[in-house]
T-cell receptor, first 114, second 110 residues
Framework: AQSVTQLDSQVPVFEEAPVELRCNYS??????LFWYVQYPNQGLQLLLK??????LVESINGFEAEFNKSQTSFHLRKPSVHISDTAEYFC????????????FGTGTRLTIIP | GAGVSQSPRYKVAKRGQDVALRCDPI?????LFWYQQALGQGPEFLTY????????KSGLPSDRFFAERPEGSVSTLKIQRTQQEDSAVYLC????????FGPGTRLTVL
């Protein structure tokens, strides 16, 4: 069985400061890794994904995540956050791409302090 | 529409009532998933359809939960004899290569 751990339930960060949201997973097989974002009063949106190839993946709004197989981690980072990044971030894992259930972490609420 | 839609967006039920939650997936998406998100938690898998076939229902918490997708498009999640612990946001996602989520239905059982 697969599982995802997000140790930080809340992360407050000053505007324009860097941030890292931690995600660790466990699985007995190869996995696909995802970060989803949920803005206030909106549905879950895919932020970025790791399927194969380069272990560093990037989103269009400046976030990046690095797949580290030895540490079973997929931490999300951004060098400089904006007020608009305030949201709940969920790390998720699946054993297939598209047609397999996602296992989510409990989420990290990112709050940007002006 | 362009995305996954769910209705109703909010539902209040008295304990013991039956409820039906609807999901309209993105046109052409073969796969459809239902998840349950309790307050302060991440979404948890309930069930999965490929076209009209329910291939995985291992996440349904009890036999009071039932899902169907008779024509391989719209899906309905039905909860019979609702209990307070059923209060949650129910999310639907459809997929061709990646899962797109609807806005969810927030169910409150009094």
């Amino acid at each position: 069985a697969q599982s995802v751990t997000q140790l930080d339930s809340q992360v407050p960060v000053f505007e324009e400061a860097p941030v890292e949201l931690r995600c660790n997973y466990s699985s007995s097989v190869s996995v696909y890794l995802f970060w989803y974002v949920q803005y206030p009063n909106q549905g879950l949106q895919l932020l970025l994904k790791y399927l194969s190839g380069s272990t560093l993946v990037e989103s269009i709004n400046g976030f990046e995540a690095e797949f580290n197989k030895s540490q079973t981690s997929f931490h999300l980072r951004k060098p400089s956050v904006h007020i608009s990044d305030t949201a709940e971030y969920f790390c998720a894992v699946s054993e297939d791409f598209g047609n397999e259930k996602l296992t989510f972490g409990t989420g990290t609420r990112l709050t940007i302090i002006p | 529409g362009a995305g996954v839609s769910q209705s109703p967006r909010y539902k209040v039920a008295k304990r013991g009532q039956d409820v039906a939650l609807r999901c309209d997936p993105i046109s052409g998406h073969v796969s459809l998933f239902w998840y349950q998100q309790a307050l302060g938690q991440g979404p948890e898998f309930l069930t999965y359809f490929q076209n009209e076939a329910q291939l995985d229902k291992s996440g349904l918490p009890s036999d009071r939960f039932f899902a169907e997708r008779p024509e391989g498009s719209v899906s309905t999640l039905k909860i019979q004899r609702t209990q307070q612990e059923d209060s949650a946001v129910y999310l639907c996602a459809s997929s061709f290569t990646e899962q797109f989520f609807g806005p969810g239905t927030r169910l409150t059982v009094l």
